[in-house]
């Protein structure tokens, strides 16, 4: 990106041949989509390009120490360390620019004396010190983070163990002599997935929500484990995070099942499937299913394990259908859950024999544990284990009937109906307006039992508005939601909580709590910041920072807003299993576009959507072979015209069957048509009859416009004979004089390409007076242009429009303005 240029005269020049360009065809913007045409969301991609991996900066060094840089990526040369008798240590502190996890290597070139050289690791900046940050692996890696190394020459130090999460790495001698490095680095362990591993993708016109979304799934990347990794576990399998516990959790899977199934698709899928076989074949004789294991485990075979509890909970037990079910919707692999279906049935069994007289799932101090585990067990009817039993029976309903087991899914509907029933009977309450935490632990407004009793459907639609509500008045605060009102339980944030929250309020509607949500919890991740991992956290304490050196920074349990901007924001979802039908129906938020698929055994589920200037919506889904499903669009249906493919279908309320739409019907905020067949969809969604709102443009290099900069034409794809090309200033500026018959509002269009790095945020200044913030992302190239809209106030006559950068980076190259009638 160029910073400087001169206001040239060039600006004079075009003034002649504008008048030419005034009766630009309609039928041109009409083709324009309101997304860009090749969004670049491969720059999100976050796993290492290469198997070893090298840092990326030298933090610092002390003590005798030279030419450190030569450890970075594409330095040369050697780094030496030395230390003399009695005196200070030679210390480098490496940065590898994000999280990565393997195996530490050390190339030593040279050596003199008898030195130890001591290596340590930390994820979060302020914990690299000598022991690096205490956050071991309970198994499948070292469990300790520092290691020490006598070199005794020439030749490659290799760590047998893993460092399964690490951003810093801390090299030192602790007993003299010298040490000179040509090279240090991790063997990379975990899956490493470039752009090509991606068979899903998503990217919007918010640059943040971009970033959640891929390190959600770069943290669930760093804890799966290959097949045979450094001889530890036969299965591919999925861990709760990369330098902590690595273990397999299955209540963890709960969230990390979806990101996979949404980012890698089948790249990853096998990685749930042996994990949930894997926990499955551990179920005891009493039904009751190990909810985590070692890597190492093999597969148990043969006759029950006796016993009655095991690791870790009853609540954890609870996730195997759902996880199972997930799994099945994402890949349809019905032949899996017929082999696991055995394990649900026992599983239910034991949960049956748990009830107490109103039919509430009860704990005791043996089973009682959660997510929460420093909270201790939660002990008599707990409202949270009772909303995981429901969804249990649900999914395992789901399940029977899907392997032909017509009455038993019966049967468990109708259990799931009681189980319902008494919940909502005797841990609702109805003076705070929210469930409460248990039977014995009343008036706590609880985040999970809410959340889970929301999304899973628990809830009372008419209660669920109230109890969001209640939610985000009591518990929100500047970093997400603390879990628990009062005292007596820990105020540590908990993503993996919050994920169920954002999927509570997302399937039922609430976009905007959603979206504050995202940006609230997991937009302090992926900002820069002492704990920036590329990762997602495991836990958050009330004012942002990380409880301590162990924390996980990158926790599996933590990336659910990858799978939610998917299904919800996107919109992307399974009807039946394996996409066999699925649904698209967006729900944009504040977005001006995004784009992105989601993998299928039958191939990817592709959409792009964006705004279009007047209230219009335009989207394009290409469904894979062999499915159909519902394209829904946000439109009241009442005053609505859509066409799909260049055919009418939808007219104020009236559906006509055309370009594949067989069925179409309104509630009120979306109008859902349903297509019978694979292929491409491109639906155009506009306010009243659908004739095109007379549209006046307005071209940045035609005067009245003012353009603080100079006037372009080196970028293609502009409209008229050219751009402004405002100085990359704060005082820089684009200016536009439009004619209002009337005093009211106007919807405006900006047309814009920002091929620099970052956002381009500015000033929206009409008459004088700020209305709003509009930000300009990035379009990915200078010659990709795309159009913002925002509704303004104007007075009656000629008003000024300006747009102003906020910062120094200034304005994206303007084309046009676009007012409505
Ligand atoms: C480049 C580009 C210009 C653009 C500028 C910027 O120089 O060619 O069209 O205006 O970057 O960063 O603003
Ligand atoms: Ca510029």
């Not at 009372?460 to 508005?465: D, H, K, N, W």
């Amino acid at each position: 990106m160029t910073r400087r240029r001169s206001a040239g005269l060039a600006a004079f020049v075009v003034v002649a041949l504008a008048a030419a360009t005034l009766s630009l065809g309609r039928s041109a913007a009409a083709d324009a989509v309101p997304w860009p045409a090749n969004p670049n969301w491969q720059q999100y991609v976050l796993g290492p390009a290469t198997p070893n991996v090298t840092p990326v900066a030298v933090v610092s060094t002390s003590g005798n120490v030279t030419n450190a840089g030569a450890l970075v990526t594409g330095g040369s040369g050697s780094a030496k360390l030395t230390m003399v008798s009695g005196g200070p240590a030679p210390v480098i502190i490496l940065d590898y620019g994000k999280n990565v996890g393997g195996f530490p290597y050390f190339t030593v070139a040279a050596q003199s004396g008898n030195p130890v050289l001591r290596a340590s690791y930390s994820e979060g900046s302020q914990y690299i010190g000598a022991n690096g940050d205490g956050g071991g692996a309970f198994n499948a890696g070292d469990r300790s983070r520092a290691n020490n190394y006598t070199v005794r020459g020439a030749g490659t130090i290799n760590h047998s163990l893993i460092q399964g999460g690490e951003r810093f790495q801390r090299i030192a001698l602790t007993s003299p002599g010298s040490v000179t490095l040509s090279a240090v680095g991790i063997r990379f362990s975990a899956y490493r997935a470039t752009a090509n591993e991606y068979q899903g993708y998503f990217v919007s016109s918010s640059d943040e929500l971009n970033k959640i979304w891929y390190a959600g799934a770069y943290t669930n990347q760093l804890s799966m484990l290959p097949p045979g990794t450094g001889g530890i576990n036969q299965l591919p399998l999925i861990l709760d995070g990369a330098k902590r516990d690595r273990n397999v959790w299955i209540g963890d899977i709960y969230v990390e099942g979806p990101t996979n199934y949404v980012s890698l698709g089948s790249n990853g899928n096998d990685y749930l499937k042996q994990s949930i076989r894997l926990l499955g074949s551990y179920q005891l004789s009493s039904g009751f299913v190990t909810g985590c294991l070692a890597p190492q485990s093999p597969v148990h075979t043969g006759p029950l394990i006796p016993g009655t509890t095991a690791c870790y909970s009853t609540s954890y037990s609870l996730y195997f259908a759902p996880d199972l079910a997930d799994y099945y919707r994402a890949t349809g692999d019905l032949a899996f859950v017929r082999s696991q279906f055995p394990v649900v049935q026992r599983q239910l069994g034991w949960n049956a024999s748990r009830l107490n007289s109103q039919g509430l799932l009860v704990t005791d101090t043996s089973d009682g544990l959660d997510w929460d585990w420093y909270d201790g067990n939660k002990t008599g009817a707990v409202t949270a284990y009772n909303a995981l039993y429901y969804l249990n029976l649900i999914e395992a309903a789901y399940l029977a009937r899907e392997t032909g087991q017509v009455d038993l899914a019966t049967q468990y509907t109708n259990k799931a109906a009681a189980l319902r029933t008494a919940i909502n009977a005797n841990l609702f309450n109805s003076s705070t307006g929210v469930y409460d935490l248990s039977d014995k632990v009343r008036g706590t407004v609880t985040q999970d039992a809410n959340a889970e009793a929301v999304l899973f459907g628990v809830a009372p639609a008419s209660a669920v508005p109230g109890i969001l509500t209640k939610l985000k008045s009591t518990l929100w605060g500047t970093h997400g939601p603390r879990p628990f009102s009062g005292s007596g339980y820990s105020t540590l944030i908990s993503p993996f909580i919050s994920g169920i929250e954002l999927n509570a309020r997302l399937s039922t509607g609430d976009t905007t709590g959603g979206m504050q949500l995202v940006s609230d919890v997991w937009g302090q991740m992926v900002r820069p910041g002492p704990n920036y991992t590329g990762t997602m956290w495991e836990n958050i304490k009330p004012d942002g920072s990380i409880e301590k050196g162990s924390t996980s920074l990158a926790h599996g349990w933590s990336s659910a807003p990858t799978s939610a901007l998917t299904r919800y924001v996107l919109g992307a979802r399974p009807v039946d299993a394996g996409y066999a039908t699925w649904i698209v129906q967006p729900q944009p938020g504040s977005l001006s576009w995004t784009a992105g698929q989601v993998p299928t055994p039958h191939g990817p589920l592709a959409v792009k959507w964006g705004r279009a200037a007047g209230d219009g919506f335009d989207m394009d889904v290409t469904a894979p072979n062999g499915t159909s499903g519902t394209i829904a669009v946000p439109a009241s249906g009442a005053d609505t015209a859509i066409t799909v493919n260049g055919t009418s279908v939808w007219d104020r309320g009236t559906f006509s069957a055309g370009a594949g739409v067989t069925s179409a019907r309104s509630d009120g905020s979306y109008v859902y048509m349903t297509v019978s067949a694979s292929g491409n969809y491109r639906v155009s969604v506009r306010a009243g009859s659908g004739e095109p709102t007379p549209t006046q443009r307005y071209e940045a290099e035609t005067a009245p416009a003012a353009c603080q900069g100079r006037i372009d034409s080196n970028h293609s794809g502009f409209s008229g004979t050219g751009f402004c090309n405002a100085d990359n200033t704060v005082g820089a500026y684009s200016q536009f004089t439009v004619n209002a018959p009337a005093a009211g509002t106007a919807t405006i269009g900006v047309r814009f390409a920002n091929g620099g790095a970052t956002v381009r945020p500015g000033n929206l200044v009409v008459n004088g007076a700020t209305v709003t913030a509009v930000s300009f992302e990035g379009t990915g190239a200078w010659t990709t242009w795309v159009t913002k809209t925002v509704t303004i106030p104007v007075n009656a006559g000629n008003n000024t429009i300006r747009f102003s950068p906020t910062t120094a980076e200034g304005l994206p190259n303007v084309d046009f303005l676009e007012v409505g009638a």
